[in-house]
């Protein structure tokens, strides 16, 4: 091992054409870590992943997954990850059962039997092992594409937003899964929308345009865009919201049943404009400012650096 992070990638560069789609990408990823992959669309979490599991060759950088170069030994990085695709690309006429045996024939796993026995019982997916893949609901089919992923004992997973449109019951499981995998010591990159699955993270990472904006635990993040929030409770809250964004001192706003949040950087100064806007008459209290107000003021910042 070149050193103990399972990925280690230093200045990934990709363009596709003359768009520069993934720009300096650094990343590590310590043994047993999930890492939280965010970022619009559109940003590169897909690319990137594509380069540090060896899919991809980048334009410039250099890297390790596993202490192996992911430029010059893409074959055997490959055998000792797994990866599961943005878009599920099994096999729907197969049944679960199939599936996994089909996959590991494809791979030539030693043991086929024993290895998806192994596999249908850990993924709690042996009551429906003889079900076709097709007819399966989102989350079990989320959960048959991390058993297929799981099923030669990969040391690293790369998740490509792997609950996109799963309830939030098969979410929740998916997650216990997931930290399971993490204490048997597997590292995981799992990219996703959700704000509450980021929370799940023992650090994340947040890209845009290709630029990684933020890297850390949810804590650091949040604290290093040295943000107050401030809640106001009652009714008519579209209009205040409206007035407040006047305002240079306010980040942003955000309404969230009958309570308007307002963030902003200089906690005096957004005091003084609630102050200005708000009627008295509405109730005002200091509040946690959550990792969705920290991505979206990194988000504003680096739109208005782009523009100046
Ligand atoms: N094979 C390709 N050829 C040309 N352009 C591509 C290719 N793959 C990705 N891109 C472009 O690169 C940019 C980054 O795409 P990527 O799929 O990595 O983003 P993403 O962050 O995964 O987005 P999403 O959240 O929608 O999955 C986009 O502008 C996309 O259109
Ligand atoms: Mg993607």
Known sequence: MVNNFSIDVKNLNKHFG???????????????????????????????????????TPDSGSGHCLGMDIFTQRDQIKRRIGYMTQHFSLWGNLTIRENLFFISRLYSLE?????????????????????????LSGGWKQRMALAACLLHKPSVLFLDEPTAGVDPKARREFWQTLHRLSDEGI?????????????????????????????????SIIQAQNLTTLKISGSGLTVLE???????AIEQTVIFGSSLFATGRDEEKLKAVLAQVIPAEYEIQRVKTTLEDAFACLMKNDNEKSLS
């Open 187 to 219: 590292s995981i990159l799992v990219s996703t929308h959700y704000m509450d699955e980021a929370e799940r993270c023992h650090k994340i990472a947040y890209l845009s345009s290709g630029n990684l904006l933020a890297r850390g635990s949810i804590q």
């Open 111 to 135: 043991q086929p039997k024993a290895l998806v026995e192994r596999t249908l019982s850990e993924l709690g997916l042996l009551s429906r092992q003889h079900q076709l893949v097709k007819v």
């Open 242 to 248: 409206n007035r407040l964004q006047r305002f240079d």
């Open 18 to 56: 003359d768009q520069h789609v993934v720009k300096d990408f650094s990343l590590q990823i310590d043994r047993g870590e999930i890492h939280g992959f965010l970022g619009p669309n559109g940003s590169g979490k897909t690319t990137s992943i594509r380069m540090m599991c060896g899919l991809l």
